[in-house]
C-alpha cells in the first residue's frame, strides 16, 4: 500500500515554490552578517553579543521567532578547524617548533576566530531564515510533528 501515503511536501523559499514574493537571499544573508535587519538592512540585529532584538527599531521587522539554535556554532567549528588545523599542518611541515610554541600560537588564534567569527555566522543563519520564509518568518506558526 505504499501508493496510498499522502506526504506533503514542506517547501521553503519564494515565489517559485510556495506563491509568496521571493526575497533576495545574498542581500539578507549579507545584512545578518553585518550585523544588520535582513529586512532594511538599516536596523540593528543584534541588542547582545549573539542576542539578537526581538523585532527591528528602523522597519519593525519581527526577529523574535528566528530558530538559529547551535547551527551557528557548529558552522564557526567548521570554518575554525579548517584555517586552524590547516595553518597548523603548513606550519608544522616548514618549521621545527615545540609543542609549547605551537600551543602559544593555535590555542589563542583558535579562541579568537571563533569569537569573532560567532555574530557575524548567527547573523547570516538568521537572514538566511527570514530569506527563506523559515520558522515564523512567514507570517505562519512554527508546529512541532507529533509522531
Not at 567549528?77 to 595553518?87: A, K, L
Not at 616548514?94 to 560567532?118: G, K
Amino acid at each position: 500500500m505504499p501508493g496510498d501515503l499522502q506526504v506533503e511536501e514542506q517547501v521553503f523559499g519564494g515565489e517559485h515554490h510556495s506563491g509568496r514574493v521571493a526575497r533576495p537571499l545574498w542581500t539578507a544573508m549579507k545584512r545578518g552578517m553585518l550585523g544588520r535587519c535582513p529586512h532594511c538592512g538599516k536596523g540593528k540585529l543584534f541588542g547582545a553579543f549573539v542576542k539578537p532584538v526581538d523585532k527591528c527599531e528602523v522597519c519593525g521587522e519581527e526577529l523574535h521567532h528566528h530558530r538559529a539554535d547551535d547551527l551557528p556554532a557548529y558552522l564557526v567549528i567548521v570554518i575554525v578547524g579548517h584555517i586552524v588545523v590547516g595553518s597548523f599542518m603548513a606550519v608544522q611541515a616548514t618549521t621545527t617548533l615545540s609543542t609549547l610554541q605551537h600551543a602559544l600560537i593555535w590555542v589563542p588564534l583558535t579562541i579568537i576566530l571563533a569569537l569573532v567569527l560567532l555574530q557575524p555566522v548567527k547573523g547570516a543563519v538568521i537572514g538566511l531564515q527570514w530569506a527563506l520564509y523559515m520558522h515564523g518568518f512567514g507570517d505562519e506558526k512554527d508546529e512541532f510533528e507529533s509522531n
